[in-house]
T-cell receptor
């Protein structure tokens, strides 16, 4: 069965800390991995990764994929209280638009 | 662009009643997805459409759930009869098939079945 596992399930840090969120996957015919941020409402798109070793970066957030070891990490540097959210990882498979989501990591950034 | 629009935003109903959730995708998007999110199971895909045609409904939990997309700008998810275990947040999302597969999510409908 296809699965996506995120760790840790929850994380509490102080403003200014750097965090690393993990996502491992087991799917057939892997095509891409996506990261979403979910605050109080709907998930919003952060990154899509398709190739190993190429870092995607947006401000203080960055992500990288390892297709050999079947995982991705999402880094957030100099965290702010506005980074508090659930971070979701999802994968897609060739021939389908279906997203298979992990359970998410709940990040809390305290002032 | 208004984004994906869902209605109602909140729905409280009694067990056994019919529930209809509505979604308007982003104009020009040709794929539409229905998800359900609960604490226990996370975010799960129920069904998705491409060019108004259902492609994968393997996530629909049982025959009480049905979804339609009569045209490119409207979709419904119906639960009949509803049960307390159907309580969840239901999201609709839309995307362009190519070249990206980024899905844009609506604000969700919080369903409570008592």
């Amino acid at each position: 069965e296809d699965k996506v596992v995120q760790s840790p399930l929850s994380l509490v840090v102080h403003e200014g800390d750097t965090v690393t969120l993990n996502c491992s996957y087991e799917v057939t015919n892997f095509r891409s991995l996506l990261w979403y941020k979910q605050e109080k409402k709907a998930p919003t798109f952060l990154f899509m990764l398709t190739s190993s070793g190429i870092e995607k970066k947006s401000g203080r957030l960055s992500s990288i994929l390892d297709k050999k070891e079947l995982f991705s990490i999402l880094n957030i540097t100099a965290t702010q209280t506005g980074d508090s959210a659930i971070y979701l990882c999802a994968v897609t498979q060739g021939g389908s638009e279906k997203l298979v989501f992990g359970k998410g990591t709940k990040l809390t950034v305290n002032p | 662009d208004a984004g994906v629009i869902q209605s109602p935003r909140h729905e409280v109903t009694e067990m056994g009643q019919e529930v209809t959730l509505r979604c308007k995708p982003i104009s020009g998007h040709n794929s539409l997805f229905w998800y359900r999110q609960t604490m226990m199971r996370g975010l799960e895909l129920l069904i998705y459409f491409n060019n108004n045609v259902p492609i994968d409904d393997s996530g629909m939990p049982e025959d009480r759930f049905s979804a339609k997309m009569p045209n490119a700008s409207f979709s419904t998810l119906k639960i009949q009869p509803s049960e307390p275990r159907d309580s969840a947040v239901y999201f609709c999302a839309s995307s362009l098939v190519s070249p990206l597969y980024e899905q844009y999510f609506g604000p969700g409908t919080r369903l409570t079945v008592t």
